[in-house]
């Protein structure tokens, strides 16, 4: 079993910026890509980012250049900073572990409003 939490959602104006954060915890050692998602009001659940273990970041072609995933390993955390951000980023922003291959564990949520 993995747990994910996850922190800093909140409202922005466009242009701002906002980073999350989600910790996880559990058999961490299964865990080969941790993604970050995102559901915006009325809309289907889409991928924003992931890294894999090897470090390598893939990014929705909406928020190249705009929003970073990283990781550290240390304390267990990937990060999603997002900066010029935008109305359509508006949602609630899933953190996501595949573990074990195939095993998919979901945090809780936070939500993300963009709005002036």
């Known amino acids: 079993q993995v747990q994910l939490v996850e922190y800093g959602g909140g409202l922005v104006q466009p242009g701002g910026s906002l980073r999350l954060s989600c910790e996880y915890s559990?058999?961490?050692?299964?865990?080969?890509?941790m993604c970050w998602y995102r559901q915006g009001p009325g809309e289907e659940r889409e991928l924003v980012a992931s890294?894999?273990?090897?470090?390598?970041?893939d990014y929705a072609d909406s928020v190249k250049g705009r929003f970073a995933i990283s990781k550290d390993n240390a304390k267990d955390t990937i990060y999603l900073q997002m900066n010029n951000l935008k109305p359509a980023d508006t949602g609630v922003y899933y953190c996501?572990?595949?573990?074990?291959?195939?095993?998919?564990?979901w945090g809780q949520g936070t939500q993300v409003t963009v709005s002036s």
């Open positions: 559990g058999r961490v050692f299964s865990i080969s890509c």
């Open positions: 890294i894999r273990n090897s470090g390598y970041p």
């Open positions: 996501k572990a595949i573990a074990n291959g195939a095993d998919e564990y």
